[in-house]
């Protein structure tokens, strides 16, 4: 069927989440009592491309699960928000990837994945999708997949003219210089600090922060900063300071993909970066009032609902 909507194709992660809950995150060698524990599914990619659909744009999504049950469970969650998943492959003799979500009482989080069959999705898997490209407003890209296969997404979507949104996420020590030439880059603080080596724990911290990643080739920078909002800086030297969405804090996970997704969606409506990081400031803020990390993840109506309550 022909998408009357905007298309926004993510490149990316599936993960299954191991949620536990508990009152504050282990130190190193500590053991703490949790309160609960659910399987829920994420994935930075995955959360992504459920944020795109839920937002009104219609979501292609190329990544890789493995032949077990997890795989099957998470490509029918993205199939039942209406996902195109036909560039999904099934990758025997390695599992689905697998995320240890540890949340504590202020919502706060610390995570570790493995990575399974995302680890296997290569270049050529982008080569032989190469007509999911077509005709894509924005490639939506993040981190948890193999260097070389999000190079060969960033140079497929450029011979396809598409524009790029990288959220750097994790953040590896260094980031080869060609990832950084991307329209948007968006980190969070403790990314952005991982990639630049800069502190910023002021304003105007961030300011010189996202003014280092226009210097390494991106054409605007967007800095998340949680509860203080985000921070954008465009290569023509435009900056603007987002305040926040106040809302009440349950869970932080997967806050930064809603962010990202809903930048995508609205940048790709064409709106211009400003109301289009305001929008995604109210995507990432509704993320934060509930568990979970795909369960969380915005519609249309509630980040128009926020913005309208809230005028910032
Ligand atoms: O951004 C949150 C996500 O990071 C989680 O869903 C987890 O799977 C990890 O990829």
């Given at each position: ?28 060698g ?14 930075k990619?995955?959360n ?5 659909a839920?937002?009104g744009?219609?979501?292609?999504f ?20 209406g996902?195109d ?15 240890i979500?540890m ?7 610390s995570?570790?994945i493995?990575g399974g ?10 080569f032989?999708?190469?007509?999911l490209?077509e ?14 296969t999000?190079?060969?997404?960033l ?14 996420a994790?953040?590896p020590?260094?980031l ?10 968006c ?5 952005a600090?991982s990639?630049t080596?800069?502190?910023v ?6 300011k010189s922060?996202a ?6 080739g ?6 998340t900063?949680?509860?203080r ?6 290569a ?16 932080t996970?997967a ?8 930048l995508?969606?609205?940048l790709?409506?064409g709106e ?14 509704l ?5 979970g990390?795909?369960?969380a993840?915005?519609t249309?109506?509630e980040?128009l609902q926020?913005m ?5």
């Open positions: 069927m022909p998408e009357s909507k905007p298309a926004i194709l993510v490149v990316g992660s599936i993960n299954m989440d191991m949620v536990v809950r508990c009152p504050r995150l282990p130190a190193p500590q053991t703490v009592q949790g309160s609960s524990f659910a399987c829920s599914p994420g994935g990619g995955a992504q491309g459920v944020a795109v839920r937002l744009a219609a979501c292609r190329i990544g890789r699960v493995g032949q077990d049950a997890f795989g099957g469970q998470l490509v029918e969650t993205l199939q039942a928000e996902i998943c036909s560039g999904i492959a099934v990758t025997s003799g390695f599992p689905t990837g697998v995320a979500v949340v504590d009482s202020t919502g706060e989080n995570i570790v493995a069959a995302n680890l296997q999705l290569t270049p050529d898997d982008i032989s999708r190469e007509e490209f005709g894509a407003y924005f490639v939506l890209l993040q981190l948890e997949l193999p260097l070389p999000v190079r060969a997404a140079d497929m979507a450029r011979r396809h003219g598409c524009k790029v949104i990288l959220d750097p994790p953040a020590k260094c080869p210089e060609a990832l950084c030439k991307v329209d948007v880059i980190p969070n603080a403790t990314e600090e990639l080596g800069q502190s724990s002021e304003e105007r911290g961030a922060v003014s280092d990643l226009i210097a390494r991106a054409s605007t920078a967007v800095l900063l949680g509860p909002g985000c921070v954008v800086v465009t023509d030297e435009h900056v603007y300071t987002v305040p926040p969405y106040k809302v009440p804090v349950a869970d996970t806050a930064g993909d809603a962010f990202a997704a809903a995508a969606v609205s790709a409506r211009k970066i400003h109301p289009a990081a305001k929008f995604a400031n109210a995507a990432g803020a993320a934060c009032t509930k568990f990390a795909q369960p993840m915005p249309l109506a980040v926020l309208e309550r809230q005028v910032i």
